[in-house]
């Protein structure tokens, strides 16, 4: 057990990483963060942060000799960053990096535990994607292998007329086809060192643009119909990557059952509700998990929430809505610039408690 008092070291400057280190200084730890240099809202609630760059060698040796034990909170931290801090310190494993960072990769490791994907395809070339778009079919996208997130590095494709309108990038990608689906769902859960596991009850989510816009609970019928053959899954995978921490699954629900979109190795977007919905939240149990501590419950608190992201300019009203609705609970991440598409905050609303 890492003991209160002690440090952890967090990878990655953004708001999970914030919300974590809010988490660790209620449970009695110091956090320092280590990112480049940037607009990192984490930094505001650090004990000590490096704004330094993932190649920084001495840096890093540095930012690890002060910590106890070191987690990240975003996927895209690069491996070969991760792997100069010492495996004894690190959990998650950074496997899960590895599988996480490449769609294909991903993809087909969901596979190989029995889940079950898009359609989808490799590609590596103008020709290749032409024959995955005729063979698969539109509508589909297009998707580069690493990096994009929240509707980045993809290309939609309607209609087989579309193939033509939509360019090759020049790196490794995978098309997918798309999905009929009845609505989008994630499995959250937190798995401890010592092999327990735990889940969040699973959000509706819905996206626009690529990025989450709420997510709900209850959620429909067939998300409770399907999410036990999900969180089957899900534990397959934090086993297989012998998993410590807070790790994400999304789902499409459709007819057929669960298809698997995209895992996390982190906290999530989705599971923001639970600061105020869970028992525990994701933020918390993600520090008592990669600390030893005991797993927190999970049971979700109130009969009813919503909850919403902010986005771009909204930030800058949204404390007006604090007057108009008492039972909204107002999360703003400190970034200094509300850009287009850029998530500001989120707000969280709860109904009667569950009985």
């Known amino acids: 057990m890492i003991k209160p008092g002690s440090t952890i070291g967090i990878l990655g400057g953004g708001q999970l990483g914030r919300m974590m280190a809010m988490s660790a200084a209620q449970l009695g730890y110091k956090v320092i963060g280590y990112a480049p240099e940037g607009d990192t809202v984490a930094e505001d609630v650090c004990h000590d942060f490096f704004a330094n760059g993932w190649g920084d060698k001495p840096a890093l040796a540095a930012f690890a000799s002060k910590c106890d034990v070191v987690t990240w909170e975003f996927e895209n931290v690069p491996v070969s960053a991760v792997e100069m801090i010492p495996p004894q310190m690190l959990a998650p494993h950074p496997r899960a990096l590895e599988v996480a960072q490449d769609r294909l990769k991903e993809k ?60 090759f990038p020049g790196r490794s990608c995978v098309y ?81 059952g669960p298809v698997f979109n995209e895992m ?64 909204a609970h107002l999360h703003l991440y400190g970034k200094s610039e509300a850009r287009e598409g850029r998530k500001m905050g989120h707000w969280t609303r709860v109904g009667q408690a569950s009985a």
Not at 145 to 157: A, I, L, P
């Open 176 to 256: 997918e086809g798309f999905v009929d689906f009845e609505a989008e769902f994630s499995v959250i859960l937190v798995r401890a060192k010592d092999g327990e596991v735990r889940f969040w009850d699973s959000t509706h989510n819905v996206h626009h643009a690529g990025m989450l816009s709420t997510s709900t609970l209850p959620a429909p019928a067939i998300v409770g119909e399907q999410v036990e053959e999900a969180r089957g899954l899900a534990k397959k995978v934090a086993e297989a990557l012998n998993y410590v921490g807070v790790l994400t699954l999304e789902f499409f629900a459709t007819a057929k």
């Open 264 to 327: 996390a190795p982190r906290v999530h977007n989705s599971g923001h509700w639970t600061i105020e919905g869970a028992a525990t939240s994701q933020f918390e149990n993600h520090i008592r998990a990669v600390c030893g501590l005991p797993l927190g419950d999970t049971t979700t608190r109130f009969a009813s929430i919503e909850m919403r992201n902010i986005v771009g300019a909204e930030a800058l009203t949204a404390h007006e809505k604090l007057a108009d609705d008492g039972e």
């Open 108 to 167: 087909r490791f969901v596979e190989g535990l029995g889940g079950t994907p898009a359609p989808y395809a490799s590609v590596d070339s103008d020709a290749e994607y032409r024959d995955a778009a005729g063979r698969i079919g539109a509508p589909g996208i297009l998707k580069t292998c690493r990096e994009g997130y929240d509707g980045k590095g993809q290309w939609r494709v309607a209609t087989d007329r579309d193939v033509d309108s939509v360019r």
